[in-house]
């Protein structure tokens, strides 16, 4: 398949989000999987050029990656940040001392996110990362097991924070860093769980390269 060019776009329309995909398996998953952006080079680069400028003034000391997905961005937000990486994992996965807290996830399911104690020294400001905040219910544990070890949220950060009561609160109470922005189109068909690229995905997508210099889209 012949490889198209992709400008960066404007910051409230990334060429990147189209290389989401949608849900091809039901109600049981997520609705979208944004992971074809990892797979090409020049999209996770670019996302996180915007991540990083949006978290750039807010004094980050750790980054803590949430399970799963969390792990992949929360470590390339980290490297570019050169500071650690904490994983906050799903319960029963850690063989040292660890606290936990229950939630509820995004499907409905009552579930424990777990971190190690001691992750950091108090006062320290951790950057939350995950890769998509759907109800909140999951960032909202990340915050409790952090804050209870005396470390200061910094921020959250993610490739979407979808709109509903809790997911503003977080917003209001904490600085945070998306890749799709508030008020733009692209937040609107997050907000309904229906993208308009879509209509014209295909998996191939992620594997053509932005022939684009980036240094000419930024």
């Not at 060429?15 to 080079?41: C, E, H, Q, R, S």
């Not at 949006?54 to 390339?76: C, E, H, K, P, T």
């Amino acid at each position: 398949m012949p490889n198209k060019l992709h400008k960066k776009g404007s910051r409230s329309d990334r060429w990147y989000l189209n290389l989401m995909a949608p849900n091809t398996k039901g109600v049981n998953f997520a609705w979208l999987d944004p992971t074809p952006i990892y797979l090409n080079g020049p999209a996770f680069n670019d996302l996180l050029d915007d991540l990083i400028e949006d978290l750039s003034d807010l004094n980050i000391q750790l980054v803590a990656g949430i399970d799963a997905m969390g792990f992949v961005l929360g470590a390339g937000v980290a490297s570019r940040l050169r500071v650690g990486v904490l994983p906050i994992r799903k319960a029963g996965k850690l063989c040292v001392e660890t606290d936990a807290v229950g939630y509820t996830n995004y499907s409905g399911l009552q579930q424990k996110l777990e971190v190690r104690l001691p992750a950091f020294k108090k006062g320290t400001r951790v950057l939350l990362v995950d890769q998509w905040v759907e109800t909140g219910g999951t960032m909202e544990a990340a915050i409790k097991l952090i804050e209870r070890q005396g470390g200061t949220i910094a921020g959250l950060c993610a490739i979407a924070i979808e709109e509903n009561e809790k997911t503003k609160k977080l917003c209001v109470a904490y600085p945070n860093a998306t890749a799709v922005v508030q008020g733009s189109s692209w937040y609107k068909q997050c907000n309904d769980q229906k993208l308009k690229s879509f209509e014209n995905y295909y998996p191939e997508i992620a594997f053509e390269k932005n022939i684009v210099s980036r240094k000419d889209n930024i």
